[in-house]
């Protein structure tokens, strides 16, 4: 049973560019969820899709958007980044009707 | 909007030892689950141990327990018999019930480094 994988691993950007992250839920799952991590800090929560839609939003710019596909897979885009973009952005996937979620490796973002 | 503290940044106990980690919260609702995660080095978020609140028995998973104190809005996290295995960042979370039980956001608190020493 594959757990939830995220894509890529690690990332260096300059400031100003944009970026896509990628999420593939846990099998079976069909609620996705996306967390910003600063170094030595809890997560926050960015945003939450289900049925392709943006359900909840965190205190986070518009610069942050997402999407969600048919197949439940996520995508979190970054326009304009910043110096304080730099993160650890973890993806955490659940199943509507359960209030569980289970977190993939997350993708380690640099902004240089 | 809810807060979750964590006041003991860093923590150290001894192999086979037991220990346990603080975590307040802040809520207005009656309604909501509360989580203990472990990041270990490798950086993914795992789930250790959650509660419901509308339970008053304390949730227990092999060697975690939880004392949850819902009127202090206290949940502890006490680990038992320590392996090396458990040194990581541990994050305690609240998620306010979406009524049907459907998911919703989680809050962290800040962290508790637990070193787990020979």
């Known amino acids: 049973d594959a757990g939830v994988t995220q894509s890529p691993t690690h990332l260096i950007k300059t400031r100003g560019q944009q970026v896509t992250l990628r999420c593939s839920p846990k099998s079976g799952h069909d609620t996705v969820s996306w967390y910003q991590q600063a170094l030595g800090q809890g997560p926050q929560f960015i945003f939450q899709?289900?049925?392709?839609?943006?359900?909840q939003r965190g205190n986070f710019p518009d610069r942050f958007s997402g999407h969600q596909f048919p197949n439940y897979s996520s995508e979190l885009n970054v326009n304009a980044l910043l110096l304080g973009d730099s993160a650890l952005y973890l993806c955490a996937s659940s199943l509507r009707v359960n209030y569980e979620q289970y977190f993939g490796p997350g993708t380690r973002l640099t902004v240089t | 909007a809810q807060t979750v503290t964590q006041s003991q940044p860093e923590m150290s106990v001894q192999d086979a030892e037991t220990v346990t980690l603080s975590c307040t919260y802040d809520t207005s609702e009656n309604n909501y689950y509360l989580f203990w995660y472990k990041q270990p080095p490798s950086r993914q978020m795992i789930l250790v141990i959650r509660?419901?609140?509308?339970?008053?028995q304390n949730a227990t998973e092999n060697r975690f327990s939880v004392n949850f104190q819902k009127a202090a809005k206290s949940f502890s996290l006490k680990i038992s018999d320590s392996q090396l295995g458990d040194t990581a960042m541990y994050f305690c979370a609240f998620m306010k019930s979406g009524g049907t039980g459907t998911a919703s956001k989680l809050t962290f608190g800040t962290g508790t480094r637990l070193q787990v020493t020979l």
């Open positions: 899709y289900y049925e392709e839609e943006e359900r």
């Open positions: 509660q419901e609140a509308y339970k008053q």
